[in-house]
């Protein structure tokens, strides 16, 4: 087998079988194909698509190029949650303590930040001393001891994924739904997940901007989940507006504490009320989504949620002093108030648009090496629906640097659009 017929076989649109999905996946991943073949066949799946058997074979395959994670004996059911990308979304943070409060153990394995979109691991980071690279023995000895665990994907795991995913993203090849669909379950069954709540963001700051492809990827997901014999459940929620007020690494963290404490954005806890229930209902704790949702707002409610959250940080080796007093994260050196031009009835707060300015103040990364600054961000303390007066706060905005702070005004401006007829709320999900 040759890679170059691999990769001429997709350019011409034609199946790939599971052999020669193998082939090309072990080359990658032993270095014996290299990028650029990769690269051109990633842009032939991306223009010709993969059928769902072929993308069930290059997940498995993807899959099982490392580790596969055994967790029967840690935990009676590993569960896992997910979610596809998006801005200012910050639920792992608040439904993990949550559900595991509830009695149900999660242990997680997190990315960083991509592009416009945030990444947990960087989120986490901004609490001094907070380790995310655990070895798989300390994963599995916490989440025994703890229930909860928080980290980065170990490099044992899908090392294929690894490898296609930092090219995907600098060939314009992140964008394809089988590539997509492979890359989350792949890591999923590497980590031994048993039952996955798949959170699929569709809007214009996800990377899927249209309900029919969200569907589409939600379904191939749940495909790809019964022939492995994972138990796979997709909600499909809004990514048109940022999650929350918060933006910017810590600035998110601390609306997860507040939210832990009963305080944080109505739309942001009503997020994490409805995926918590989702698990905890999958997670055989709660018999149908009502009582699981109650069982969420009691978790908060007790500060038991926000218990659990604690014990994660110190286990992790972060300064629990931080969540304890969340002043304690430092303030950036500017902190701008913006006030509304005019009155009316927001019509459009463009989550890509609010996450690209967050990527100019250093939220996020412009190349891979890039250090992230973790004080920057926005608060939008308004979202579409609402109604403004002249002059009433729209959003603050927290930069280090002048010049970025100047940037960053201009690129998110047209992110905000207005009616002066009432606009209806944006719905949290859609199915
Ligand atoms: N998240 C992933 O893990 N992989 C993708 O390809 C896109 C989002």
């Known amino acids: 087998m040759r890679a170059v017929d691999i990769?001429?076989?997709?350019?011409?649109?034609?199946?790939?079988?599971?052999?020669?999905?193998?082939?090309?996946v072990d080359g990658f991943t032993h270095g014996d194909i290299p990028d650029y073949q990769v690269s051109a066949w990633a842009m032939a799946v991306l223009l010709n698509g993969m059928t769902p058997r072929e993308t069930t074979d290059l997940t498995l395959a993807m899959a099982h190029s490392g580790e596969i994670l055994d967790l029967s004996g840690v935990v009676d059911i590993a569960m896992d949650?997910?979610?596809?990308?998006?801005?200012?979304?910050?639920?792992?943070?608040?439904?993990?303590?949550?559900?595991?409060?509830?009695?149900?153990?999660?242990?997680?394995?997190?990315?960083?930040?991509?592009?416009?979109?945030?990444?947990?691991?960087?989120?986490?980071?901004?609490?001094?001393?907070?380790?995310?690279?655990?070895t798989t023995d300390e994963f599995k000895q916490q989440l025994k001891r703890d229930g909860i665990v928080l980290t980065g994907q170990s490099l044992d795991l899908a090392p294929a994924d690894g490898k296609l995913y930092a090219l995907r993203d600098v060939t314009g090849t992140v964008q394809s739904i089988p590539l997509i669909a492979s890359s989350i379950m792949c890591k999923k069954i590497a980590a031994g997940a048993q039952a996955i709540v798949l959170d699929?963001?569709?809007?214009?700051?996800?990377?899927?901007?249209?309900?029919?492809?969200?569907?589409?990827?939600?379904?191939?997901?749940?495909?790809i989940g019964k022939l492995a014999g994972r138990e796979v459940v997709t909600l499909i929620s809004d990514m048109n507006q940022p999650l929350g007020e918060a933006v910017g690494n810590s600035l998110e963290v601390v609306e997860a504490i507040d939210t832990l404490h009963n305080r944080g954005p109505a739309d942001f806890r009503e997020h994490c009320l409805r995926v918590s229930a989702t698990m905890l209902v999958l997670g055989k704790r709660?018999?149908?989504?009502?009582?699981?949702?109650?069982?969420?707002?009691?978790?908060?409610?007790?500060?038991a949620a926000f218990e659990k959250f604690r014990i994660l940080v110190h286990s992790q080796g972060g300064d629990v002093a931080f969540v304890d007093d969340p002043g304690k994260f430092p303030q950036a050196n500017y902190i701008k108030v913006i006030k509304a031009r005019r009155s009316g009835y927001?019509?459009?707060?463009?989550?890509?648009?609010?996450?690209?300015?967050?990527?100019?103040?250093?939220?996020?990364?412009?190349?891979?090496?890039?250090?992230?600054?973790?004080?920057?961000?926005?608060?939008?303390?308004?979202?579409?629906?609402?109604?403004?007066?002249?002059?009433?706060?729209?959003?603050?905005?927290?930069?280090?640097?002048?010049?970025?702070?100047?940037?960053?005004?201009?690129?998110?401006?047209?992110?905000?659009?207005?009616?002066?007829?009432?606009?209806?709320?944006?719905?949290?999900?859609?199915?």
């Open 7 to 24: 990769i001429i076989k997709k350019r011409q649109k034609g199946e790939l079988s599971r052999e020669e999905i193998k082939f090309f």
């Open 81 to 134: 949650k997910h979610s596809s990308g998006g801005v200012g979304d910050k639920t792992t943070l608040v439904v993990l303590p949550i559900v595991v409060a509830c009695g149900l153990p999660v242990g997680k394995m997190s990315g960083r930040g991509l592009g416009f979109s945030g990444g947990t691991l960087d989120k986490l980071e901004s609490i001094p001393g907070y380790r995310v690279n655990l």
């Open 200 to 223: 699929v963001k569709v809007g214009n700051g996800a990377f899927m901007e249209t309900l029919a492809e969200a569907h589409c990827l939600a379904n191939l997901m749940k495909d």
């Open 286 to 303: 709660a018999s149908h989504l009502d009582a699981g949702r109650h069982m969420a707002e009691s978790a908060i409610a007790s500060g």
């Open 346 to 431: 927001l019509s459009q707060v463009n989550a890509r648009l609010v996450g690209e300015a967050a990527v100019t103040l250093g939220a996020g990364r412009a190349r891979k090496d890039d250090l992230v600054d973790h004080a920057v961000g926005f608060i939008i303390q308004r979202k579409v629906g609402a109604r403004v007066e002249e002059e009433d706060i729209l959003f603050t905005i927290h930069a280090n640097d002048s010049a970025k702070l100047a940037e960053a005004l201009e690129a998110i401006r047209p992110a905000f659009a207005w009616s002066d007829q009432p606009v209806e709320v944006i719905p949290l999900f859609y199915n």
